[in-house]
């Protein structure tokens, strides 16, 4: 089966058990019905300066295959969507590049964007080719990581918590405290920890009353005592996309962002097996934000994409698709009008928001992704 003209997906074979954001389901799903997934070595790049297209570097299956489609039938450019597994590899390929990947957006998560712009990565956008920006809300705009805006554009925002099995775990789960507690009990040997390094540090530091964004030396030894003597034991599996273990029933405590434990309930058989926690301690926001490449062959196009998915029309499908709030304005009602399920699950409230933190790239990054490697070796032992 070809795949259509206007719309090509590439996915690195060695990416298809660690794409974030969204599970990669396999066959057909990145693009839906309308593309056939091409595997592809993750040295391959998008389309070089004398190619008509726009070509996008993102997440695994972020984006409506409608909204893509869509696109192209309206603007013209063809579309080639490459895909990674995390901020860290996409920054890395971006920079052995040096420019020549041929790439015009990128999908940087918040925290990595002012190192991107300070190593030369992104271009200064230009917001009179953005006039869709007017309809983000004040919530998602003039940021701390971005002020001004100057390199980024928010595509989507979520939060981090947890689900678990009620036919297993009896109790009420409601804060971090617990979730570390039925690891150790109920849990065990039936439970995942997200591929992140930071969102695990963070379940201990929100438990124990320490900002997320800690340097202390204390705290972090503190930390890396805890997880390795008290959790690694407990844990089965580490994973960077959740729905499917959710939807299947595979274990009894799952750390999950909330967009994926929504499309995990809903996919289960029994939808009330698993019970979301916003944890009452509070967690990570994190914001991803499309961006455009310094060098970009094809800049207009990508000002014209980015434009185009700042619609509300448009962003409310995508909304529907990928089950993280957009951040337009109006966007919970039209959603709630549209009738989309469970969306508590998507839209966050003022009081979970003002527990809500962003992560930070800190100078203890180097030591929190030391444990995190210490912690998956000593895994199940």
């Not at 909304?319 to 998507?346: F, M, Q, S």
């Amino acid at each position: 089966m070809d795949q259509p003209d206007h719309v090509r997906a590439l996915v690195p074979a060695a990416l298809k058990t660690s794409l974030s954001r969204r599970a990669f389901l396999g066959g057909t799903a990145a693009l839906g019905a309308g593309a056939l997934l091409a595997a592809c070595s993750s040295s391959s790049g998008g389309g070089g300066k004398g190619s008509a297209g726009l070509n996008i570097y993102t997440w695994g299956e972020y984006d409506d295959p409608a909204v893509l489609t869509d696109f192209t039938a309206a603007k013209g450019p063809k579309l080639t969507v490459d895909s990674y597994g995390s901020n860290p590899e996409m920054i890395a390929k971006l920079s052995a590049a040096k420019g020549t990947t041929g790439y015009d957006i990128c999908v940087p998560t918040h925290s990595y964007v002012k190192q991107m712009a300070s190593s030369g990565l992104l271009a200064e956008l230009d917001h009179t080719k953005l006039p869709n920006m007017k309809n983000l809300s004040p919530k998602v705009v003039d940021t701390t990581f971005d002020p001004g805006n100057k390199y980024s554009v928010c595509k989507d925002w979520g939060s981090t918590g947890y689900v678990y099995d009620t036919t297993v775990i009896k109790r009420e789960l409601t804060s971090w405290a617990d979730f570390l507690d039925a690891a150790q009990k109920e849990a065990s040997g039936s439970m995942s920890l997200l591929e992140d390094q930071g969102e695990v540090s963070f379940t201990y530091f929100y438990a124990n009353g320490i900002p997320e964004n800690t340097t202390d030396p204390a705290h972090i030894a503190a930390y890396r005592s805890f997880i390795i003597d008290k959790i690694a034991p407990h844990v089965q599996a580490f994973e960077s996309s959740t729905n499917a273990s959710i939807s299947s029933s595979a274990r009894t405590l799952i750390h999950c962002w909330n967009g994926d434990a929504r499309l995990g309930i809903l996919a289960n058989s029994d939808p009330n097996r698993y019970k979301w926690v916003w944890p009452s301690e509070g967690a990570n926001l994190w914001q991803d934000n499309w961006a455009i490449l310094k060098g970009a062959p094809h800049e207009d196009a990508a000002y014209d994409f980015i434009n185009y998915v700042l619609d509300p029309t448009v962003s409310l499908k995508e909304l529907t698709y990928i089950g993280y709030n957009t951040g337009i304005v109006g966007i919970e009602e039209a959603a709630t009008k549209a009738g989309i399920k469970r969306p508590d699950l998507v839209f966050i409230n003022d009081a979970i928001m003002s527990k809500l933190t962003y992560s930070e790239m800190t100078s203890a990054e180097g030591t929190i992704i030391g444990i995190y490697d210490e912690l998956k070796a000593a895994a199940g032992k």
